[in-house]
């Protein structure tokens, strides 16, 4: 599960595992974004916009909520 | 490495090129004694060259960097994250610009030759340029 900066997880690498093992490629082609930015998200690096985060979880098929998660700084670490 | 940070490369490598012909120009005395119009002549040349290389060596490092991928890299239509990008290093490079157009100003102001100020108006868009580049890497690196 990669975290952000910003305290967002996400489990686009463990989706794309269980959608046929999914390219990143192929993700941000369904997103419609490039695949460095796929790259940027999966590793946290980047918080995409609601747009962009509700497109992702359309092409899996789940809610939000099970792509991207919020844990205030701070918790869940140690 | 997408096309845009290629891109963003091969600019950073002109003004490096460019900027070192002229300073070498410089150091060796080329423009002493020179009127404001043979240097802004020399500029001129010092942009078009800059221009130049940047074509020839997108052209260049396209084929290269291909070559090596065995995939033909290609620009790719800009979604949220480039834009994003662009606007952070764009006001970056804006701000660069604008602190040295002001620096130029202090010499000008304590009497240094008008010649300086040709210069001053070559620099201050280039070094802005070159920062809005190097942002640009960085920014794709890390966000």
Known sequence: M???RSG???TIRTLRFHAGEMTQAALAEKVGVTRQT???IEQGRYSPSLDVA????????????????WAPPGQGEG | MSFKEMTAGVQIAGVCVVGGWLAWDWWSGGSAGAGTGE?????LWAVGAMIAFNIVGAI??????????????????????????EARSLRNGGIATSIAAALALIPLAMGAD???????LFVAPVAGGAVNAVFQLYYYRTG
């Open chain 1, 2 to 4: 990669a975290k952000g």
């Open chain 1, 8 to 10: 967002i997880t996400n």
């Open chain 1, 38 to 40: 796929i790259v940027a």
């Open chain 1, 54 to 69: 509700f497109r992702i979880a359309a092409v899996f098929g789940v809610p939000l909520e099970a792509v991207f998660q």
């Open chain 2, 39 to 43: 240097i802004a002549v020399k500029l």
């Open chain 2, 60 to 85: 260049l490092a396209t084929i290269v960097v291909s070559a090596i991928r065995r995939e033909a890299l290609k620009d790719e239509p800009s979604d949220e994250r480039d834009v994003a990008i």
């Open chain 2, 114 to 120: 008008a010649a300086f100020a040709v210069y001053a």
